[in-house]
């Protein structure tokens, strides 16, 4: 689809080009220097180019075709968007940066392969466009989700700045408001209280206490993972990798409790319980708790589709005794390396403006996934969006990253694989552990990484 604004005239090149650069300079109190001078007019003053946008269809488009017209209107510039199926995606991305020149301007990358692009130099560092760029400290990074750190092959607050952020997916934890309220039942903190809730409200087939999201199931069980002091894989402060999922205590109750909350509390078809089944089963009125993406808030207020219009309510994904953990699932735009300074400039002319306290918050109250603190600190008291964005902003001290290794679509295969083997009573929790454990191992040292013995 193409956004063609009508032709306003242009200033000189550098002029412009200097005056876009500026766009994120902070004063001494971190408040960008674009909220004091007008955006529009440093965006309107740069020659452009037309740039063309590769994105994702999802449930959070709608939002950020929004922001593109806001972005044409404003700022009188074209932007073009190749709208793609999920399981396209990557496939169109490796194809852009491997021809002579891209076709496409911006990359959505999601976390679960945007490593591949870092790592090869794919994308363009921000900084080989930009010197003097600094990401505004109310942009969240997602546990350096943005950045690459070349010396450990691995993403790092030391590393250089790649990709940035665009949809902001963290999980949420989400309960039925009002039943919680009639029964005067505290809203959990810990999974025992997970378990604790769910007893007073399962009543099956017309209630359910809890579900877990089983198809796949390893993105929200790296929660549980984390939040009993572990994680699918771990790197330690003198660059050696060990893995985490293994028949270890800490894994082992991670794993039992995920095993027994979806069980003892969710449906019959707890093995097949994907995101979209667990969206429906809360929108329908016969679930009383889940743990699932964040953006599937704006989904429980439609009245089209849900029974539960102004009865959820979201907070903190609860923990075990390593704490709570909220798992990062986010998009990052990067920039192709494969195109001409001029339309690198003119593409990270688009995310500096797509990025401002402004923008974000519109694209929020369009129905998107904002990714700055202070956005989602001011639509805390949103009456409509409120309720959601409350519990997002008090989830970010808790992000976590997933695996962000160029073998990360194996590891979370294996993951799936063995977690689903015991939900289904094909192996025992430790035998899945076990074996689950020998496969990551082995995936880290053909890699070529330092890898400690399994424990």
């Known amino acids: 689809m193409s956004i063609n604004p009508s032709k306003l005239p242009r200033r000189d090149f550098l002029k412009g080009t200097a005056a876009a650069s500026g766009l994120l ?27 063309t946008v590769l994105i994702n269809d999802s449930p959070w488009f709608p939002g950020f075709e929004a922001l593109v017209k806001k972005y044409t209107e404003e700022t009188g510039h074209t932007v073009t968007l190749n709208v793609t199926p999920f399981p396209g995606m990557l496939e169109k991305s490796r194809n852009a940066v491997q021809g002579g020149e891209s076709e496409f301007d911006l990359l959505n990358l999601n976390e679960q392969w945007y490593m591949q692009f870092y790592a090869g130099g794919l994308v363009t560092p921000i900084r080989e466009i930009k010197p003097d760029f600094e990401l505004d400290p109310n942009i969240i990074e997602y546990d350096s989700a943005t950045r690459w750190d070349e010396s450990l092959r691995y993403s790092s607050p ?41 007893e007073v409200f399962h009543n099956p087939p017309e209630m359910h206490g809890f579900s877990i999201r089983s198809k796949p199931g390893n993105w929200e069980f790296q929660a549980y993972l984390e939040s009993y002091g572990t994680s699918i894989i771990r790197l330690n402060e003198a660059g050696q990798w060990s893995v985490g999922f293994a028949p270890t205590e800490a894994a082992l109750n991670a794993l039992n409790t995920w095993l027994t909350l979806g069980k003892t509390y969710g449906p019959r078809n707890y093995a097949d319980m994907g995101q979209a089944e667990n969206l429906a089963l809360m929108a329908s009125g016969r679930l009383a708790m889940v743990h699932m993406v964040g953006a599937a808030a704006p989904d429980f207020d439609k009245p089209e589709t849900s029974t539960v219009v102004g009865q959820v309510g979201s907070s903190v994904v609860p923990g075990g005794p390593g704490g709570r953990a909220t798992m990062s699932g986010i998009w990052v735009m990067g920039i192709p390396h494969n195109l001409p300074d001029v339309r690198k400039q003119s593409a990270l002319a688009f ?14 109250q369009e129905g ?19 309720w959601w964005m409350q519990g997002m902003a008090a989830s970010t001290p808790y992000i976590k990253a997933q695996p962000r290794l160029l073998e990360t679509p194996q590891i979370v295969e294996v993951v799936d694989r063995r977690i689903n083997q015991a939900l289904i009573d094909e192996l025992s929790p430790e035998e899945a552990l076990t074996e689950g454990a020998k496969e990551l191992q082995a995936i880290l040292e053909n890699g070529g990484y330092d890898v400690a013995p399994l424990e």
């Open 25 to 51: 300079l902070t004063n001494s109190v971190g408040v960008a220097f674009a909220e004091k001078v007008s955006t529009v007019n440093f965006i309107r003053s740069a020659k452009l180019e037309p740039i």
């Open 158 to 198: 030391q590393g250089e700045i790649y990709g940035l952020p665009i949809n902001g997916n963290i999980q949420l934890f989400f309960y039925r408001r009002d039943l919680f309220e009639e029964q005067g039942v505290a809203v959990p903190n810990t999974w025992d209280e997970v378990a604790q809730a769910a």
């Open 351 to 364: 995310l500096e403006w797509a990025l401002t306290k402004d923008a974000q918050l519109y694209y929020a």
């Open 368 to 386: 998107a996934i904002p990714v700055r603190q202070d956005v989602y600190e001011e639509m805390s008291d949103d009456p409509e969006r409120g």
